[in-house]
């Protein structure tokens, strides 16, 4: 069969029919002879010329609207899209999907929403990977890569993807759970081609199997192996011989049951590695006292293609100058598992002159990230988690830490900051120095906190950063807010897609501003506030442009949320409580609700019940 034969045999009949009536309206004959004959061939050509330009297209949001031209744009596209992406699961059935792109190799597939990552989604909720892996062993035997992102996984599910798929290449799991190590000793044994595989931050059950010898024999295709949320132990001399024998691999993150000396070897190993997460960063419990310390500072001198740092598991400080040699080629450095003082930091971020990602701790208090900022001019990212999240804790860093990050990296593009104080002040001064503000993630952990300077809720800062951050698309409020923030969230987040809210707000009006004020909205996440009926009715002209809206512990009854689940068919509104909890009254704790083409799902679980 001819390449142009089988690209007018793919697309599905009905889109067949549509596109030859448009031939047929488009021809330009003398009266004489069959009109659709003398339009097929230059339509033909069109299509061809379309098609090698639209390979060129590669932004998802460009190809969606390239579809939209018309019915031949839209069947042209969907054979030249080799990469598909599908932020809800339960948005399609894998049937609609592979029906509709029937040359893809790439998948890109997200299950729970975000909230699940606190404990705030029943287990065994859904997102189940099977019948999309099913649907995919039928569509696409060629398909090479697959990226998932809160999906529940089995080992089933793995043993597929390697049998079936026979030049399979790439495996990122995100934040996924359902498989264990013989699922992996599976998956890898039977892989002869990857060259990704990229374990983040998953929960993978222990079921004492060796996954690691399990990789073929012989030389290794292998760019990228991530596993450091594996938590259990390792067959170290096989991933050393792994490692030997893999001349590609770039990307090597290793779990927190790898020492310092093994990183040493592997490092020795492997020079040219790109990325690295160094495990433990501490010594093994069962090495000699009188063995000689390897030349740590020797391994890493040696990689000098080093750009991405990360790991330190359960680090000993005293071993932190061996990372010196890399320091000043480093654009993304992540202590966010390592509890280290700002005295411990300084000495390294003071050569850090190239970052641009950095992830860190509190521990380092105000006093490291005003090290940061003086050093860290081209810092576009910067994340401070807590090492305590309780909320009644003193915490180390507070608006002196983020004013100084304001002025000394204004080249800021995102940022995410948990602390337990701030000030309008610091988060306006913010919005000033850093205009190019995409995301911006204020944490606050303390519930209803003002400034605490002058005791005024935290409206006007939030309000200066959608004023003044012009490329706003990501936002997260906190501390004490009332209406007047989520007036001016309504007003200036024009561009605003995903909104995180948590105990904010005074009355339904807040949840009507943003809703009838933020005409790209995508995400809506909102947790104990008072919401309720009203501002949900108030989505009513929105909803079906938004990927989800998640809201737990507002002020929704049953009869409220059937509304919208009335009048607006193509929603699925899901009602959920905890697995143990008895059949609902009126009121409802967690209202999960999303777009869909396919209606209702069927695998809900009892805990979940579809309006």
């Known amino acids: 069969m001819s390449e142009d034969d089988e690209r007018q045999q793919s697309p599905p009949s009905d889109l067949e029919f549509v596109s030859n009536?448009?031939?047929?309206?488009?021809?330009?004959?003398?009266?004489?002879?069959?009109?659709?004959?003398?339009?097929?061939?230059?339509?033909?050509?069109?299509?061809?010329?379309?098609?090698?330009?639209?390979?060129?297209?590669?932004?998802?949001?460009?190809?969606?609207?390239?579809?939209?031209?018309?019915?031949?744009?839209?069947?042209?596209?969907?054979?030249?899209?080799?990469?598909?992406?599908?932020?809800?699961?339960?948005?399609?059935?894998?049937?609609?999907?592979?029906?509709?792109?029937?040359?893809?190799?790439?998948?890109?597939?997200?299950?729970?929403?975000?909230?699940?990552?606190?404990?705030?989604?029943?287990?065994?909720?859904?997102?189940?990977?099977?019948?999309?892996?099913?649907?995919?062993?039928?569509?696409?035997?060629?398909?090479?890569?697959?990226?998932?992102?809160?999906?529940?996984?089995?080992?089933?599910?793995?043993?597929?993807?390697?049998?079936?798929?026979?030049?399979?290449?790439?495996?990122?799991?995100?934040?996924?759970?359902?498989?264990?190590?013989?699922?992996?000793?599976?998956?890898?044994?039977?892989?002869?081609?990857?060259?990704?595989?990229?374990?983040?931050?998953?929960?993978?059950?222990?079921?004492?199997?060796d996954w690691i010898s399990c990789f073929p024999e012989g030389e290794s295709n292998l760019e990228s192996l991530i596993f450091d949320c594996v938590e259990c132990h390792i067959n170290f001399e096989a991933l050393d011989r792994l490692v030997a024998r893999s001349p590609s691999l770039k990307k090597l993150k290793l779990n927190r049951y790898v020492s310092i000396g093994q990183l040493y070897r592997l490092m020795v190993r492997a020079p040219q590695l790109t990325h690295l997460g160094t495990g433990s960063f501490s010594p093994s419990d069962i090495a000699g006292q009188g063995d000689q310390e390897p030349d740590y500072v020797a391994a890493f001198a040696a990689c000098r293609s080093l750009v991405c740092l990360s790991g330190f598991r359960e680090i000993i400080p005293d071993y932190l100058p061996a990372i010196y040699p890399v320091c000043a080629n480093l654009t993304s450095l992540n202590f966010s598992y390592a509890n280290i003082t700002a005295e411990q930091l300084k000495p390294i971020i003071s050569k850090c002159h190239k970052l641009q990602t950095f992830w860190v701790l509190d521990s380092i208090c105000d006093e490291g990230l005003q090290a940061v900022a003086a050093t860290c001019k081209d810092l576009r990212e910067?994340?401070?988690?807590?090492?305590?999240?309780?909320?009644?804790?003193?915490?180390?860093?507070?608006?002196?830490?983020?004013?100084?990050?304001?002025?000394?990296?204004?080249?800021?593009?995102?940022?995410?900051?948990?602390?337990?104080?701030?000030?309008?002040?610091?988060?306006?001064?913010?919005?000033?120095?850093?205009?190019?503000?995409?995301?911006?993630?204020?944490?606050?952990?303390?519930?209803?906190?003002?400034?605490?300077?002058?005791?005024?809720?935290?409206?006007?800062?939030?309000?200066?950063?959608?004023?003044?951050?012009?490329?706003?698309?990501?936002?997260?409020?906190?501390?004490?807010?009332?209406?007047?923030?989520?007036?001016?969230?309504?007003r200036h987040g024009k561009l605003v897609r995903t909104l995180s809210v948590a105990f904010a707000g005074d009355s339904d009006m807040a949840l009507k501003y943003v809703l009838e004020g933020c005409p790209q909205l995508q995400?809506?996440?909102?947790?104990?506030?008072?919401?309720?009926?009203?501002?949900?009715?108030?989505?009513?002209?929105?909803?079906?442009?938004?990927?989800f809206l998640w809201m737990s512990s507002c002020r929704l009854t049953r009869h409220g949320c059937q509304e919208i689940a009335r009048a607006m068919p193509r929603l699925v509104v899901e009602v959920i409580r905890s697995a143990d909890e008895e059949e609902m009254d009126d009121v409802v704790g967690t209202l999960y609700m999303y777009r869909s083409l396919e209606g209702p799902r069927t695998d809900a679980p009892k805990f979940v019940t579809i309006l």
């Open 21 to 209: 009536k448009a031939r047929n309206c488009n021809a330009t004959g003398s009266g004489s002879g069959h009109p659709e004959f003398q339009s097929t061939y230059p339509d033909q050509v069109l299509e061809n010329v379309l098609e090698n330009v639209l390979h060129f297209l590669t932004s998802r949001r460009d190809r969606n609207a390239a579809s939209l031209v018309c019915k031949s744009w839209y069947r042209v596209e969907a054979l030249t899209r080799s990469e598909l992406f599908i932020g809800n699961c339960y948005a399609v059935s894998p049937g609609r999907a592979t029906g509709r792109f029937t040359r893809v190799k790439a998948l890109h597939l997200k299950g729970k929403p975000r909230f699940a990552d606190f404990n705030l989604m029943p287990p065994d909720w859904g997102a189940h990977f099977n019948p999309w892996a099913l649907a995919m062993a039928k569509a696409y035997p060629w398909l090479e890569k697959v990226h998932l992102k809160r999906m529940s996984v089995t080992d089933d599910d793995l043993a597929t993807l390697a049998e079936l798929f026979l030049g399979f290449k790439e495996l990122v799991l995100v934040c996924c759970d359902g498989f264990g190590t013989s699922g992996l000793a599976i998956f890898v044994s039977k892989c002869r081609q990857l060259k990704v595989l990229d374990l983040i931050e998953s929960e993978v059950s222990d079921d004492e199997t």
């Open 382 to 490: 910067l994340r401070v988690f807590p090492v305590d999240p309780r909320e009644d804790n003193d915490g180390p860093v507070s608006e002196v830490g983020l004013q100084a990050i304001s002025e000394g990296c204004r080249k800021l593009q995102s940022i995410l900051y948990f602390c337990q104080r701030m000030t309008n002040a610091a988060v306006i001064a913010m919005s000033k120095n850093c205009p190019d503000l995409v995301v911006f993630r204020l944490c606050i952990m303390g519930r209803h906190r003002p400034d605490p300077v002058t005791g005024e809720p935290m409206d006007d800062g939030f309000g200066a950063i959608v004023m003044n951050c012009k490329k706003l698309t990501r936002l997260a409020v906190s501390g004490l807010l009332t209406d007047k923030a989520f007036d001016y969230i309504g």
């Open 523 to 547: 995400k809506l996440e909102i947790r104990d506030s008072p919401f309720g009926d009203a501002a949900l009715r108030s989505g009513l002209h929105h909803y079906y442009n938004m990927r």
